[in-house]
Nanobody
Framework: QVQLVESGGGLVQPGGSLRLSCAASGFTFSAYTMSWYRQAPGKERELVASIAPGATTNYADSVKGRFTISRDNAKNTLYLQMNVLKLDDTAVYYC???????WGQGTQVTVSA
């Protein structure tokens, strides 16, 4: 079955960096567009970034220039490099395969001074 397992979240100061990882299994990872979503307290889930099988990427305006999504198809792993983190980036981050609506359990990112 499809499994998506995120890791790499944590507590970081404003201006800091984190790299999230998502280990995928149970499907042909290289064939699917993969995405990162996030949900902040009291807010709806929002798309952060996505990457197509051919590596075309798409970003929310709020993270452009700061976040980089990438994938390693040989390792069945999705990444999100987050730089210059802001307080507003605090959220639970989810690894998502929209086809079939598969979501990981999420990893907490907290940006705080």
């Amino acid at each position: 079955q499809v499994q998506l397992v995120e890791s790499g979240g944590g507590l970081v100061q404003p201006g800091g960096s984190l790299r999230l990882s998502c280990a995928a299994s149970g499907f042909t990872f290289s064939a699917y567009t993969m995405s990162w979503y996030r949900q902040a307290p009291g807010k709806e889930r929002e798309l952060v970034a996505s990457i197509a099988p051919g590596a075309t990427t798409n970003y929310a305006d709020s993270v452009k220039g700061r976040f980089t999504i990438s994938r390693d198809n040989a390792k069945n792993t999705l990444y999100l490099q987050m730089n210059v983190l802001k307080l507003d980036d605090t959220a639970v981050y989810y690894c998502v395969r929209r086809t079939g609506n598969y979501w990981g359990q999420g990893t907490q990112v907290t940006v705080s001074a």
